[in-house]
């Protein structure tokens, strides 16, 4: 339909606008070098990192801190020289590759990241000439997993987001930030007011899923009922991104954080990969949310009547189905599941003002992939690109793992345009 075309030809320009215009003012991001250092999505605290001039001139000597950051400033622009110390990391740790130094570029005004990729020691003993092998088939093993974790932490925030496009037909790229909104509830309950985490989780998801449900019935409801069209109603949700990650900053800050609870851990060794409990914990909890959420669609009168709105709101409408009180419902649903998906991220890395917005491309890269619309298409598709970005570090730099994923999306696009779980459509 050529509606179908319009949408995604709005979608498409909507996301380049969107990364074209300057996010954030973040205070950090003046001239310098900065970086995060984890093991097994474990912040490394007291590595040592120097960083000196091409020549060799000393500029600086930091330390991470217990978030795994570091941050030198620069006076001036040009390629430096930044050594990481093997003896300041844990014991059982080691820089992937075997490579300690970077050669990153500052270019003016900027901050570069430099990224060092940790992993647990190769096990004392090991005969030499298995090394090689057994070690990529271990790191392979390892970031297969990650990558799990990772395309279910992006199917999460997937899932909200075909759902609302499905049954109302708007992108929205204000759905980074209801990530972000659900992990700074959490946060805030976790931290500010010292709950445990899970019950703040809870109280965050709740919280989120009644912000969305307010969201659409006092704003986006009230923008249908006037008869705004699509492509209107997805530039108005770029400026609701941008002031919803500005109070985001003003009231939670421009800093990396993280929750009280479940910050060190000692992993556990399955086989070939060693993971931190909380981990296995999130992806059990991620699976049982996402199965849950497609058993109600294809089963429960919630669910075909959200699937029939999403086919023919005015069919559905003409069927007696009240289509407000499902939108709202979907709206409610796929904030709430986007705050657990926040809630996810912020166990798995540190929290920060933009980690929805980091993300939202990798979304929008999952539910393009899978098929715009369709919720099982989401899941498919983020566990792609989730797997496709960790594993592809074995070949490139970790600094360009998301290129991979998305030069993935534009190949699966060419050959099967409505993605691998979408139907196609004739146009005219």
């Known amino acids: ?39 097994q999505g474990q912040p490394v605290n007291g590595a040592k990192i120097s960083v000196t001039t091409e020549g060799g001139q000393p500029v600086e000597e930091v330390t991470s801190n217990a978030q795994g950051t570091w941050d030198v400033q620069v006076d001036e622009p040009g390629k430096y020289k930044v050594t990481l110390d093997p003896s300041s990391l844990p014991a059982d740790s080691e820089v992937r590759g075997g490579s300690n130094v970077r050669t990153p570029t500052v ?17 004392p003993g090991a ?4 090394t090689g092998q057994s070690t990529f088939w271990e790191q392979a093993a390892q970031l297969t997993f990650e990558g799990v974790n990772l395309g279910l932490i992006i199917a ?36 500010g007011f010292g709950l445990q985490l899970i019950p703040a989780a809870i109280i965050a998801i709740i919280v989120s899923g009644a912000l969305g449900y307010g969201q659409d019935r006092l704003f986006w409801g009230q923008l249908r009922k ?23 900053q003003f009231f939670f800050g421009a800093q990396n954080d993280s929750y009280t609870d479940y910050n060190t851990q000692a992993g556990i060794e399955i086989g070939p990969i060693s993971a931190a409990p909380k981990n296995l914990w999130a992806i059990g909890i991620e699976l049982a949310v996402l199965i849950v959420v497609g058993i109600a669609l294809m089963k429960t009168r919630t669910g075909k009547a959200a699937r029939a709105v999403a086919d023919n709101p005015a069919l559905a409408a003409s069927s007696g189905i009240n289509v407000d009180r499902i939108i709202r419902i979907i709206w409610a649903s ?7 998906a926040g809630i996810m991220l912020g166990l798995s890395q540190s929290l920060k003002f933009t980690m929805g917005q980091d993300i939202l491309l990798l979304i929008f890269a999952g539910v393009t992939l899978g098929g715009l619309g369709t919720a099982f298409g989401a899941l498919v598709g983020s ?12 070949w490139v730099p970790p600094e360009l793992k998301s290129v991979g994923a998305l030069a993935v999306l534009i190949i699966v696009l060419l050959f099967r345009p409505q993605g691998i779980l979408g139907r196609r459509e004739r146009i005219g």
């Open 127 to 130: 005969a030499p000439e298995d």
């Open 107 to 123: 270019y003016e005004g900027n901050c570069s990241t430099v990224l060092f990729a940790l992993q647990p020691k190769a096990a």
């Open 226 to 248: 006037r008869g705004t069209g699509t492509i209107a109603m997805m530039i108005i949700s770029i400026g609701m991104a941008i002031l919803l990650r500005n109070l985001i």
């Open 1 to 39: 339909m050529r509606r179908a075309v319009i949408a995604f030809t709005a979608f498409l320009g909507g996301l380049i606008f969107l990364l074209a215009v300057p996010a954030h003012a973040d205070p950090a991001d003046c001239q310098g070098l900065r970086g995060t250092l984890k093991l």
């Open 156 to 191: 999460l925030g997937a899932l909200g987001l075909s759902l609302i496009y499905g049954t109302t037909g708007l992108t929205n790229f204000a759905h980074g930030e209801l990530i972000t909104l659900g992990a700074v509830i959490a946060y805030a309950f976790n931290v």
């Open 383 to 394: 566990l792609v690109v989730g797997i496709f970005i960790q594993v592809s570090t074995l």
């Open 334 to 340: 796929g904030s709430a599941i986007a705050a657990l």
